[in-house]
């Protein structure tokens, strides 16, 4: 292969290692979440939860992708020009997962009790 490919893959390869490693930590925290906070509302539990589930089709789907490019693809460059539907699939949920936390977290900060004023001002 050449060193541009090579350069080209290392960079998706190393973000899906940190993503691994993030994923890890995030299934701690769900952990200590669930067995710390028992009493917490069931619409916060919901969202722990449906969270979790994005992040691991995320983090699935993600690790499917490197297979599939860098494993039953292993030196086709024409591969690494084209996207499958399963990439359109993975940018789709990290963009719902996205979504949700930054919505939580306007809800969080709607709770504060900042007036509407306040939040449109920085806009």
């Not at 539990?45 to 983090?59: D, G, N, P, W």
Request: glycine residues 4%.
């Amino acid at each position: 292969m050449s060193t541009l490919v090579i350069s080209l893959a290392r960079g998706p390869l190393v973000g899906t290692c940190l993503s691994l490693w993030l994923y890890g930590i995030t299934c701690l925290q769900a952990c200590f979440y669930f067995q710390t906070y028992v009493n917490d509302r069931t619409s916060l539990k919901l969202t722990v939860v449906s969270l979790l589930t994005l992040e691991t089709a995320h983090v699935v789907l993600t690790m499917w992708l490197m297979d599939y490019y860098f494993v039953a693809n292993y030196g086709n460059e024409q591969v690494l020009e084209s996207t499958t539907w399963m990439t359109m699939i993975t940018w789709s949920i990290g963009f719902i997962i996205g979504l949700i936390v930054y919505l939580y977290f306007i809800w969080r900060i709607w709770m504060c009790n900042l007036t509407p004023h306040v939040l449109l001002s920085y806009s």
